[in-house]
């Protein structure tokens, strides 16, 4: 089976500016995938592309085996965009019921409001709802159509850590029912959480591409043994410290070890010193 | 074709539902006329009295708002807020969002002509048309007058930038025609280059070709070409709807700038 995405020397000039340089990505059927990377990265454009929304200046994009400029792929493809309107004098139910009629193999509009957790304001009036609910609209409209690759653009923005522990177990469920999702997100916890791999973009270039676990070297990169009152080591061979450190305390107060963060790998990426 | 059906009832379900639109769209002309003819009790030709007059202007000024005004601004907006954007996300064909824009002007037209023609004949005497040919010639004149002010009000919605800005690049032009156009005053009594000037936009013609309809054929006489000259209107409208269906069809926007 072709991969759910394939890109090769992906380019995007706006005037003189470059927003994309040279991208190659592959995307599995069944992965979920994270985009990270700072604003202005090229991160939205490339997202763009790969949705139809931007035409490409240079290189080969191929979603679900067709050219996604060509608008045949949208049977298959759910979106879910940041900030894209809502219908507010209608009720959540007639707006996915309305997209609902656009997909050939739609699911069922009130199977999907409950599953995204809106089954109590299926009748409420759009205007009604807190951010956070119409988030999970905008992701039964995405997902109304029984896409195989699910586009999520920030998808949690503005929740508040119970919704999103919530919205993580419903990208869980999709990515089980075997849905390809690609995400972006400024949450790298996010990342570390849904993505089976990650890929780091920074000035129009795909920097790194790796499972979360394995970004940057993270899992041979050295460890950081601290203890007491701010004292820490930073040492390739924690466990010979931490016995060093035995010998002299016996129990050792405040003893923690810790390898960088998920955060602190892309960081260093994108050229911030953590 | 069921698609834009659906898409239809969906605009109409949201006009319905914004109460001070409802309110607005059907009650500014019906103010107007009981200003207007309130203020004007005079007669403009024999037996022709201003009102019977002014109702033909009201008509073609709510056929315009419905389509061209309303349209040039909505769009813009919707255009802002990333309505357009989610549907071209979709499969949808582009031109059911289009055709749910026309369901819902026509049903607008049609609600709001009939409440006019309703007011005007209860309180202020208005005569309607008497033969059938006369509610012929009123059919395809707004029909062609609705279309060329809907397609205008498209191809319009890309000039304002931000959904913002639409309502102060849209009324301006909108009023500035509703005086050039005689619909508040009777048209011959323009200074000629205003006149000259209105008869290059559609909104002076729909006025003329209603006129036919609810003024004595005697009225014609007064018309600047000397008569109603209804081939003309067909003509002018018909021009505007091409005009207007070209630039729609090739200056559309889905998106915004911001999203390049």
Redesign the interface.
């Known amino acids: 089976m072709e991969p759910a995405i394939r890109v090769r020397g992906l380019r995007k000039t706006y005037q003189s500016n470059v927003a994309v340089d040279g991208v190659d990505l592959d995307v599995a059927r069944g992965e979920v995938f994270a985009l990270l990377g700072p604003n202005g990265a090229g991160k939205t454009t490339t997202v763009e592309i790969l949705e139809g929304y931007r035409k490409r200046d240079a290189g080969e994009v191929s979603v679900l085996g067709e050219d996604p400029a060509h608008r045949s792929v949208r049977d298959r493809v759910g979106i879910v965009l940041q900030g894209t309107g809502e219908f507010d004098e209608l009720t959540v139910g007639e707006v996915v019921q309305h997209f609902s009629r656009f997909y050939p193999k739609a699911d069922d509009p009130g199977a999907v409001i409950e599953r995204v957790g809106l089954a109590e304001k299926a009748r409420a009036r759009t205007h009604t709802l807190s951010g956070g609910q119409k988030r999970r609209l905008d992701v039964a409209l995405g997902i109304i159509g029984r896409p195989e690759l699910l586009f999520l653009d920030e998808p949690t923005t503005g929740f508040d850590p119970e919704a999103r522990r919530e919205f993580w177990q419903l990208i869980r469920d999709l990515q089980t029912g075997g849905t390809t999702i690609v995400l972006t997100t400024h949450y790298l916890e996010e990342a570390e959480t849904l993505a089976d791999r990650v890929g780091v973009i920074a000035h129009g270039r795909l920097l790194a591409v790796d499972t979360p676990a394995r970004l940057g070297d993270r899992e041979s990169a050295e460890a950081t043994v601290s203890w007491g009152t701010g004292e820490k080591i930073t040492t390739a061979t924690p466990t010979q410290v931490i016995r060093e450190l035995a010998e002299t305390y016996g129990e050792i107060p405040g003893l923690t070890v810790s390898r960088p963060t998920l955060e602190d790998v892309y960081l260093k990426m994108i050229g911030h010193d953590a | 074709m069921?698609?834009g059906l659906?898409?239809g009832v969906?605009e109409v379900?949201?006009f319905l539902?914004?109460r001070e639109q409802v309110v607005f769209t059907l009650a500014f002309p019906v103010i107007m006329i009981i200003v207007f003819g309130s203020i004007f009790k005079g007669d403009i030709g024999p037996d022709v009295k201003f009102t019977q007059y002014f109702v033909t202007g009201m008509i073609g000024t709510g056929l315009m708002t419905a389509g061209f005004q309303s349209l040039a601004i909505q769009i813009p907006t919707?255009r802002?807020?990333?309505?357009l954007?989610?549907f071209?996300?979709?499969?949808?064909p582009k031109w059911v969002y289009f055709a749910g824009k026309v369901l819902m002007v026509a049903f607008i037209a049609v609600l709001e002509t009939v409440v006019l023609l309703t007011v005007a004949t209860l309180f202020f005497g208005i005569d309607l048309p008497g033969t059938g040919a006369k509610w012929l010639t009123f059919l395809w004149v707004s029909a062609l007058g609705i279309t060329a002010c809907t397609l205008c009000g498209v191809a319009f919605s890309s000039v304002a930038r931000t959904g913002r800005s639409a309502p102060a690049v849209v009324t301006p032009v909108a009023l500035v025609l509703q005086f050039i156009s005689g619909v508040f005053f009777v048209f011959t009594s323009l200074p000629s280059w205003m006149q000259t000037v209105a008869g290059l936009f559609p909104l002076k013609w729909l006025c003329q070709g209603l006129r036919s309809v609810f003024l004595p054929e005697s009225f014609g006489a007064q018309e600047p070409g000397g008569s109603f000259d209804l081939p003309m209107v067909a003509i002018v409208l018909g021009v505007w709807c091409v005009l207007a269906l070209v630039l729609c069809l090739t200056t559309f926007k889905w998106?915004t700038k911001r999203?390049?």
């Open positions: 069921r698609l659906y898409q969906l379900k949201q539902r914004s919707e802002d807020r990333g309505v954007k989610r071209l996300g979709t499969p949808m998106t999203d390049g």
